[in-house]
């Protein structure tokens, strides 16, 4: 089993509506928990934090985060053309390092 | 936000020499610093893992003694390429950790183009 999975194809969303990005992880031991995105030919660059059960909001983004089912998500709302990227979902298993998943491709249709 | 700066952005050289990517963390103490290379529609792969003053850990299949790693200070880490190859040609990325929050920030990367 993959340490992070990011199991979606690519994501069609029309401008303003809602992205929706899930993401699983095998680590119970998990603590920490990011969501990174990630431009074509640019590196990547972090959107959202999150460390406890529950939901977090920083704008139009909302992290998910349920540990006793090791999911995260995330939520884009009014989903505008320049959130089209790739999506790394990250966790910080019990070791040193980040386990990234594979990404998921998002593309706002104007 | 915290910042990390990479130098240079982009290089193109010949096979056979080496290339030196310096990676800055500019507004915090990196208490690690990490390497990863990436190719075109691919993953991140990350390569190794440095710890101020220590040597650096390698992943899996990275040959230490091409890519060298230097982690002199909180701030500053180098990844050099030695005796560079054109299937070294790559996109080679540095993230810092920084401490307390333990967030992880990436450089804006470099291209490397081995000819």
């Known amino acids: 089993q993959k340490e992070v999975e990011q199991n979606s194809g690519p994501l069609s969303v029309p401008e303003g509506a809602i992205a929706s990005l899930n993401c699983t992880y095998s680590d119970r031991g998990s603590q920490s928990f990011f969501w990174y995105r990630q431009y074509s030919g640019k590196s990547p660059e972090l959107i959202m934090s999150?460390?406890?059960?529950g939901d977090k909001e920083d704008g139009r983004f909302t992290a998910q985060l349920n540990k006793a089912s090791q999911y995260v998500s995330l939520l884009i709302r009014d989903s505008q053309p320049s959130d089209s990227a790739t999506y790394l979902c990250?966790?910080?298993?019990?070791?040193?390092?980040?386990?990234f998943g594979k990404g998921n491709q998002v593309v706002v249709i104007p | 936000g915290a910042v990390v700066s990479q130098h240079p952005s982009r290089v193109i050289c010949k096979s056979g020499t080496s290339v030196k990517i310096e990676c800055r963390s500019l507004?915090?103490?990196?208490?690690?610093m990490f390497w990863y290379r990436q190719f075109p529609k691919k993953s991140l792969m990350l390569m190794a893992t440095?710890?101020?003053?220590?040597?650096?850990?390698?992943e899996q299949g990275v040959e230490k003694d091409k890519f060298l790693i230097n982690h002199a200070s909180l701030t500053l880490s180098t990844l050099t390429v030695t005796s560079a190859h054109p299937e070294d040609s790559s996109f080679y990325i540095c993230?810092?950790?920084?401490?307390?929050?333990?967030?992880?920030?990436f450089g804006p990367g470099t291209r490397l183009l081995v000819l």
């Open positions: 999150i460390y406890s059960n």
């Open positions: 440095s710890n101020e003053g220590s040597k650096a850990t390698y």
């Open positions: 990250a966790v910080r298993p019990g070791n040193n390092r980040l386990a």
């Open positions: 993230s810092a950790r920084e401490a307390g929050p333990e967030t992880q920030y």
């Open positions: 507004d915090f103490q990196a208490t690690t």
